[in-house]
């Protein structure tokens, strides 16, 4: 059959149409979830929840991650304890290095330059005590007997820590707990900034777990780390309800955890620390070594 | 000779493990998700499955009377604690343990006949295995010998089991078919139908001594071996996967493999065990976890 005696005609109209190239697309910026930071890595809630902070989608930790936390920081404790104080050290000076580069970061979040500034002051101040704090803390005991009696001071263990809402605070509790070789489980109250620090940690040499930092309700997890027997210490500075303070230092008291009340709310932590804050979380061990005459 | 050929005949013919089929199967039961008063009660119930083992060349009666009296009160801080099944040790050491278990209702298993190789002369298996019994162990954990079963000798390897099975007495046969080294699922399922067609009382995956251990394929093809033998003989056989097992998510996967294979008949320390040491110390963390409402920490418990 001819193409004529059907009703097949050609679609194309005379003009074709006028053919305009596609809009050039705009990117889509990547939208950060900001995740919870555990042995080293960054998973999303085990819970699977997620909360609005200004418009950014933060993990709510469970009592779950709490529990994966502290797994993860007691496996790194031995060997974080067990490097030289020199090597601490180093890791903390490593950390002043990189939050200093990353100083825009958190100002982009409202953390003012200042208080960054004092932050990586901070680290280095507590990375110039990290072979010091024997020597100042410690002591040799005179005794009666042929015996050298020293007093050395070792790390309590695994320390959770309430922290508080300043970002310099939340510096300022995170290293003198580790420091001396223990390791935290981290409640932080500014969840973005707390999860950049995160990333700055994770940069920085320190081993995976010897920080991790849990964002969310601290009214719902820290019960969870007060009564847990395998915490040693438990550090309240962020906890401005005295009602929780008081449970938790109850529940605490389940293990006989090591337990730092509450400071002034009104501590925005930019004086000298001193040593309390290092010394809180040491046992004194006493060696007596013969002398041998 | 007829013998030999009919037991070659019936091990081979024996239908072939659907590898893939098995694996999706185990893997599919690992997903449950058991809570509250139900996971309590596994939990207790795998306490009372535990083996409580250690066969280490270290081991001195000091240590091994150590776990025995750890068996018979796992969690001395709580009375409504179960003991465990059984604490297994190498010969030279059931004398010590039967001291500290007499009349506790825990059983002494001990393993016997060139444990872990197998590869000794006969007469040196019986004689280990008579002295295990003699000493006071009221379980022998044998080990098949491997070498045998995979050259085809199932005569030999059926012989050897009915020789120690008779050398046993009283005490229960545990047949050791190290899983690991056997290769195949279909090898698992020939070696167990030839255990229990030579007599074993409960048949076991591993010595623990070897890379692969216990795991839940390989658990499952044993559970099925079971049920299809006690369908056609009428007799029951117990299964004890052990090696690998280490926390108590691992332990209710394995009940609820269990339950779903063969059967509540199965879910009991006459008829099925646990071979673990360092798996107690998490069912006991696990355990207290539910019973106070907060976590526990191994420094509660005795480490060993």
């Given at each position: ?7 097949w ?22 939208r ?9 890595k ?17 993990a ?64 280095v ?18 005794v ?13 263990g ?64 820290a ?71 | ?41 596994a ?40 003991h ?21 209702g825990v ?127 009428g ?16 332990a ?8 779903e ?44």
């Amino acid at each position: 059959m001819k193409a004529a005696d059907t009703a097949w005609r050609h679609t194309l109209a005379k003009k074709p149409p006028v053919v305009t190239a596609p809009a050039a697309p705009t990117r889509l910026g990547v939208r950060k979830t900001y995740k919870l930071f555990i042995g080293g890595k960054f998973p999303r809630s085990e819970s699977g929840r997620t909360y609005l902070v200004n418009g950014d989608n933060v993990a709510l930790a469970s009592r779950k991650d709490a529990r994966d936390a502290v797994v993860a920081a007691r496996a790194a404790q031995p060997k974080w304890a067990g490097a030289t104080a020199y090597n601490r050290g180093q890791v903390l000076y490593r950390i002043a290095e990189m939050l200093e580069s990353r100083r825009d970061e958190f100002a982009a979040q409202g953390v003012p330059v200042a208080e960054v500034e004092a932050a990586v002051d901070r680290w280095v101040w507590y990375a110039g005590w990290a072979d010091k704090i024997a020597q100042v803390h410690g002591g040799a005991n005179p005794v009666a007997g042929p015996f050298f009696n020293i007093s050395a001071p070792e790390p309590t263990g695994v320390v959770a820590v309430v922290a508080p809402a300043s970002f310099l605070g939340l510096v300022s509790v995170i290293a003198p707990a580790i420091v001396t070789g223990n390791t935290v489980v981290v409640l932080a109250a500014g969840p973005q900034a707390a999860v950049t620090l995160a990333e700055v940690l994770a940069t920085s040499d320190v081993p995976g777990g010897v920080v991790n930092i849990l964002t969310g309700n601290a009214a719902e997890t820290a019960p969870w780390l007060a009564s847990h027997d395998d915490v040693n210490a438990i550090d309240l500075a962020g906890v401005t309800d005295l009602d929780l303070a008081t449970e938790l230092e109850r529940a605490a008291a389940g293990n006989l955890k090591r337990v730092l009340r509450p400071g002034d709310p009104e501590n925005d932590f930019a004086g000298d620390p001193g040593l309390k804050p290092m010394v809180a979380l040491l046992e004194t061990k006493t060696v007596w070594h013969p002398k041998g005459f | 000779m007829t013998a030999t050929l009919d037991l070659r005949a019936s091990l081979h013919g024996l239908p072939g493990v659907d590898k893939v089929g098995v694996e999706a199967r185990a893997a599919a039961l690992a997903t449950r998700s058991v809570k509250t008063t139900a996971k309590a009660a596994a939990i207790d119930l795998a306490i009372r499955m535990v083996d409580l083992t250690t066969l280490e060349g270290a081991d001195t009666p000091g240590k091994v009377r150590a776990l025995a009296a750890k068996a018979l009160r796992p969690d001395p801080a709580d009375s409504s604690c179960p003991h465990v099944g059984a604490v297994c040790v190498y010969p030279a050491m059931v004398p010590y343990v039967a001291e500290v278990l007499a009349g506790s209702g825990v059983h002494l298993a001990s393993v016997a006949t060139a444990f872990p190789s197998g590869q000794a002369p006969l007469d040196v298996k019986l004689a280990d295995t008579r002295d295990a019994v003699a000493a006071g162990a009221d379980e022998i954990d044998m080990v098949i010998s491997r070498g045998a079963f995979l050259a085809g000798r199932y005569d030999h390897v059926f012989e050897e089991i009915v020789a120690v099975k008779q050398a046993c007495g009283d005490a229960h046969l545990k047949v050791i078919l190290e899983t690991g080294e056997l290769a195949t699922y279909d090898n698992v399922r020939r070696a167990s139908w030839l255990a229990m067609l030579a007599g074993a009382d409960f048949i076991k995956t591993s010595t623990g001594k070897v890379p692969v251990a216990a795991t839940l394929p390989v658990t499952l093809v044993m559970l099925e071996a079971v049920r299809d033998f006690r369908a056609r003989t009428g007799r029951q056989v117990g299964v004890k996967p052990a090696g690998g097992i280490k926390t108590t998510k691992d332990a209710i996967k394995y009940l609820v493999m269990i339950n779903e294979t063969v059967g509540d008949d199965w879910l009991d320390p006459a008829w099925f065990r646990f071979g673990a040491s360092s798996l107690l110390n998490d069912l006991l963390m696990q355990r207290t976890k539910l019973t106070t409402g907060h976590y526990a920490g191994p420094d509660y418990f005795t480490l060993d």
